[in-house]
């Protein structure tokens, strides 16, 4: 009886061991199918992603290093510190960019949030010809930057551009346009607000598709005007996409310069230099290298705190843009 005990005893120990080999086997298994997925994920990711790295982050911590250089690009550098952004606190040409580039972001991303706004809402009506007004919306955006600036110069030019021939046959003064230093800013703002409204009307658009329809009719039925819907139903429900548009904007907004170098190329009198044409001059055209990338970064380090507040006052009103 004892013997049989034991004989039972050694069994089932041999069938946990078994158990324990089978599991083990089991887990060593499911490693390597998962290695095998991962390896084969990251083959086809892996040459996309080195590609991404090799063009952004090494670039950006080598304008770092060169931001704190005095480099031509022919000469050897010269570590200067941080001298080139104590030089760029007090130079009067940056500060006269920084005040453009301001100006043109409170003159644009305002309007450009209630154009798209309002101009999706009419859209989003069921009207005849509703394809033709959104593809002839659209149309702009697809053009490029030089090539809606050479229009720009036609349409704004001074001498004989269609802007000033409308106004000479309506009697009315010729005015200067983008050869005007009080001028030039609201004319590019007018531009870029043609080629770019478009986004902000497709993204509003979309989120107009997802307003609750119910809500809207409870609120007709307690005979709300379509002024209260949309002030109180539809306004409040696009109130992420509002941040996520102004958000994109801002960005793109302090980032302008295909237009401006097109059109302008800062002029006249400097009156439309903008931050980033700024860095193009003084790297690309002046060869100062060093002190471009200190700007260049100065730029990053304002849309970054920009961001991060847009992106901060987002999730403590529970907006739910990101």
Known sequence: MRNGILISDHQRARGRAAGRRQALDHSRARRRR????????????????????????????????????????????????????????????????????VLFTLLYVPVVLVLGMLIATALNRRIRFIAFYRTALFVPMVVSAAATG???????????????????????????FLADPHQVMWVIALIYLWSDLAFSVIVYLAALQDVPKDVLEAARMDGATRWQQFRHVVIPTLAPVTVFVGVWETIS?????????TTTHGGPLG????????????????????????????????????????????KRGKVGAF
């Open 34 to 101: 998962r290695w095998a997925a991962d390896l084969t994920g990251w083959s086809f990711a892996g040459p996309a992603t080195g590609v991404v790295i090799g063009l952004t982050l090494f670039p950006a911590g080598w304008a770092f290093l060169i931001s704190r250089e005095h480099w031509n690009g022919i000469a050897a550098p010269r570590q200067i510190g941080w001298d080139n952004y104590r030089t760029m606190v007090q130079d009067p040409d940056f500060r006269s960019a920084v005040d453009h580039t």
């Open 253 to 261: 907004v302090l980032q302008i310069f295909e237009l401006v170098l």
């Open 150 to 176: 050479v229009l720009a110069n036609f349409v704004f030019d001074p001498q004989f551009g269609l802007a000033d021939n409308v106004l000479r046959a309506l009697h009315l003064p010729r005015q200067g």
């Open 271 to 314: 009156a439309s230099q903008t931050v980033v044409y700024f860095i193009y001059n003084q790297a690309f055209r002046l060869s100062r290298y060093g002190y471009g990338s200190a700007a260049a970064y100065t730029l990053f380090a304002a849309t970054l705190i920009i961001t991060l507040g847009m992106l901060a006052y987002s």
